[in-house]
C-alpha cells in the first residue's frame, strides 16, 4: 500500500539512500529539511521538499500535514566531514524528539520510525548481545551522556501514543558516509590506527543496508518492535582495519587510537526474523569491495 512518508532529515546520507528505495516502492515522500539548497537529491529522486527544524514545533507541523508515517533521521552526529558533535545531537534526542513526537500528534501522524544506535547494546568486551542488553551509561563521559541520551530518546517514543518502530542501527560505512573513504586515505599513508589495541568488536552497517532495512519496516510495519541492523559478521576492530590497509596497499595498522566506544558485537536475527531482511553486504570484506 503506497504511503506518504515524511522524511525528517531528508538531506542527510541515510536519507539519501532511502528515498529513492521508497520512491520506488510507490511511495509518496517528503523529505523535511533545514535548508532547501542541500536537498537537491531528494528532489531529483522525485521527492516533495518542505522545510523543518527539529527544534521549531510549529514548522514541524505543518510540514507533517498530509503524511501517514513519519521517519526521524535527524541527527548532529561528529563524522567524518567534521561537521557534528555530541552535545548538540543529545540535545536532538532529548528535546528534539520531544518536539517530534509533539508534531506528529498534532498533524495527525501516528506511525513512526526512529534511528537509533545500535552500540547501546555494547557488551563491551567479546560477548555477543541482542536488543535486551543495554550497556551501563554513566553521565561522566561523552559516550556516556550519549548513550543516556539515546535511552531517554526511546523512551519517550516507546512511551508516546504513537505507533512506533525503532531501528537501531550498527556503525554507518560506505557511500556518502565517510568512513570507509577516511579509513582507506589514512592506510594509504600509514595513519591508520585501531581503537585502542584493536580488539574491541564493532557492529558495521552498510548504509545501503540500512536503507533496506527501513524500506522493510515501512512495508511489514512490525509495530512497537525495537530492532538491532548490522551485518552478519561483526568483527575486532584490528581484523577490519588490517583488511582496510591491505586493500589500500598500506603498511599493517598501528594500534593506540581513540577507543571512541565500548565493545559491541551485535546480532541481528531479530531484525532478519521480523523483517524478513538480509543485508546485502554480510560482512566489511563484501561492503569494501570496491
Not at 531529483?44 to 514541524?60: H, K, N, Q, W
Not at 583488511?243 to 546480532?267: E, K, N, Y
Amino acid at each position: 500500500m503506497a504511503e506518504t512518508i515524511a522524511i525528517l532529515g531528508g538531506n542527510g546520507v541515510y536519507a539519501r539512500h532511502l528515498i529513492p528505495r521508497l520512491v520506488a516502492d510507490g511511495h509518496d515522500v517528503i523529505a523535511l529539511v533545514r535548508r532547501p539548497e542541500a536537498a537537491a537529491f531528494a528532489l531529483a529522486c522525485g521527492a516533495e521538499v518542505r522545510l523543518a527544524d527539529i527544534f521549531d514545533l510549529t514548522a514541524m507541523t505543518t510540514a507533517l500535514q498530509g503524511c501517514s508515517i513519519g521517519i526521524n533521521l535527524a541527527t548532529s552526529l561528529p563524522g567524518p566531514s567534521g561537521r557534528g558533535d555530541f552535545d548538540a545531537n543529545d540535545r536532538v534526542r532529548a528535546e528534539g524528539v520531544a518536539n517530534w513526537i509533539s508534531a506528529c500528534m498534532a498533524a495527525g501522524v501516528r506511525r513512526v520510525i526512529q534511528q537509533s544506535i545500535g552500540m547501546i547494546c555494547a557488551s563491551g568486551d567479546d560477548r555477543w548481545t541482542d536488543e535486551s542488553h543495554l550497556f551501563p551509561a554513566a553521565p561522566d563521559t561523552v559516550t556516556g551522556r550519549a548513550f543516556l541520551a539515546t535511552h531517554a530518546m526511546e523512551a519517550a517514543i516507546t512511551a508516546s501514543p504513537l505507533d512506533c518502530i525503532i531501528l537501531r542501527g550498527g556503525l554507518f560505512y560506505g557511500p556518502g558516509t565517510g568512513f570507509d573513504d577516511g579509513w582507506i586515505g589514512r592506510a594509504a599513508v600509514g595513519k591508520l590506527k585501531t581503537p585502542g589495541d584493536g580488539a574491541g568488536y564493532v557492529s558495521l552497517v552498510h548504509i545501503a543496508d540500512m536503507a533496506s532495512a527501513t524500506l522493510a519496516a515501512v512495508s511489514r510495519w512490525p509495530s512497537r518492535e525495537t530492532l538491532i541492523v548490522c551485518d552478519d559478521a561483526p568483527a575486532t576492530w584490528r581484523d577490519v582495519f588490517t583488511h582496510v590497509a591491505a586493500i589500500a596497499g598500506g603498511p599493517p595498522p598501528q594500534s593506540g587510537g581513540a577507543p571512541g566506544f565500548p565493545s559491541f558485537r551485535l546480532r541481528n536475527a531479530r531484525a532478519k526474523e521480523v523483517l524478513g531482511w538480509r543485508p546485502f553486504h554480510s560482512d566489511y570484506r563484501a561492503g569494501l569491495a570496491r
